[in-house]
């Protein structure tokens, strides 16, 4: 895979921030593949598990506590995998991701990692290798087009009576503010821009439906940013983060508010007001479902 840096993938870069590491132009997902992204996604991580109450939704721990093979897809740095690696030691976990994040070395002994592009099917995998398929926030890196021939994909993959899962969050923004709807626009935007589909989580139940699960269902849960204690801060950073990662393409997009030192500062704070103020949430969807049993 071919990385080239932030200053080579947003010409005209104005902005301080020092590059990073950005994949290549033909993949949609625009964050970086940096030390510093991956500590932002191990954090998310935790947020999550405290906001929904555990690491999955699927009727699968029995499963798992007997021994099951299991596809965390698009996995990042591994921290999915790699927590339920340590709670379910009878499992085989399987992260695959397109950039090298996950650890080579350090990981526990049932867990391994590969690289391997969503959007270039086939999945290096034989029909019906997995009890259990995991696939978390890829509503950034994907366009309509790959989830069309990615969901079937997943499905040709699950053994018969095995199960999905897809966890997105949608880009619905409850309560937000001006600031908050600006700075949140500009991320939903810049994937949009790069093909993504970021209202992906609203279609997965039909998607799922149509490439043939069975029993499915979907939670909603309405994260929240800057209230509702440690979650509230820690999704909230989590935005932050992002923000300022994205800054120099934010910058091209918005001149006039991201061009001005104090415009931009007087954005981010108000968010943070702004979200306290009017219990501002990021919509968040777990779909499952199974394939039916032979
Ligand atoms: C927001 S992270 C989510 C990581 C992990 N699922 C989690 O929830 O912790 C999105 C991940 O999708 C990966 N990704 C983007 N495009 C991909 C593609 N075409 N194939 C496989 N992985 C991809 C990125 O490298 C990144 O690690």
Request: a negative charge; proline letters at 5%.
């Amino acid at each position: 895979m071919h990385i080239t840096t932030a200053s080579e993938r947003i010409s005209n870069d104005s902005s301080t921030k020092s590059p990073n590491s950005f994949m290549s132009e033909d993949i949609v997902y625009l964050m970086p593949t940096d030390g510093q992204d991956n500590d932002r996604i191990h954090s998310q991580h935790w947020a999550l598990k405290l906001a929904l109450g555990g690491n999955y939704d699927a009727p699968v721990k029995e499963m798992l506590e007997d021994g099951a093979n299991v596809l965390d897809s698009g996995c990042g740095p591994g921290t999915w995998s790699m927590e339920m690696s340590e709670t379910y030691p009878q499992s085989k976990f399987h992260g695959i991701d397109v950039a090298e994040v996950f650890p080579q070395q350090i990981k526990p002994k049932n867990c391994n990692f590969k690289l391997v592009d969503l959007t270039a099917p086939p999945l290096p995998y034989a029909d019906d290798t997995f009890d259990y398929i995991h696939q978390r926030l890829l509503f950034a890196a994907l366009g309509d087009q790959h989830w069309d021939s990615l969901i079937p994909e997943l499905h040709r993959l699950v053994k018969p009576g095995g199960w999905v899962e897809m966890q997105e969050t949608d880009d619905v923004v409850v309560n937000a503010g001006p600031s908050t709807h600006l700075c949140m626009e500009h991320i939903f935007e810049i994937a949009r821009g790069r093909g993504a589909n970021t209202a992906v989580g609203r279609s997965l139940k039909s998607r799922i439906a149509d490439a043939g699960f069975v029993n499915i269902s979907e939670r909603i849960v309405d994260l929240p940013l800057n209230h509702g204690g440690k979650i509230g801060e820690l999704f909230c950073d989590d935005m932050k983060q992002a923000l300022t990662t994205l800054e120099a393409a934010i910058l091209q997009r918005d001149p006039e508010n991201w061009g001005d030192a104090d415009i931009r500062k007087k954005h981010l704070d108000n968010f943070d007001t702004e979200c306290t103020q009017n219990k501002t949430a990021l919509r968040f969807r777990i779909v499952i479902g199974q394939k039916p049993s032979a």
